[in-house]
């Protein structure tokens, strides 16, 4: 996947490491909480929900790092028109008024145990 340190084992010292920087694949996916499956979907329509992780390594400049700590913050954009920021933990106690179906708590049917 993008991101990820690859190394390369080669015969008579032929080793080389390096980090992938592109994929190009054709993946199926699942909607969810539905039961729609889409394919074929190019890996490159597809986003990261998180543009960093723990553990990422970053370059700036001349500068490599790793990513050991991530603020979010919540940006939401009001009826009105107004912004709100918040921190995520905030924003964690919100209460949703319109909720989406893949945020349905129901277990699937097949993951269904039935008394005999």
């Not at 340190?5 to 080669?10: D, F, K, S, T, Y």
Request: aromatic share 6%.
């Amino acid at each position: 996947m993008p991101r990820d340190l690859v190394r390369r084992m080669g015969k008579n010292a032929d080793n080389q490491c390096g980090t992938v920087i592109d994929v190009n694949m054709e993946c199926t996916l699942k909607i969810l909480g539905t039961n729609y499956i889409l394919h074929p979907v190019n890996s490159r329509d597809l986003q990261h929900i998180w543009p960093f992780v723990y553990g990422d390594y970053i370059a700036f400049d001349c500068w490599l790092g790793k990513v050991d700590n991530i603020v979010a913050q919540l940006i939401l954009k009001l009826s009105n028109g107004a912004r709100c920021s918040m921190s995520t933990s905030d924003g964690s106690k919100l209460v949703d008024l319109c909720p989406h179906v893949s945020d349905s708590k129901q277990i699937p049917s097949s993951a269904r145990v039935t008394q005999g």
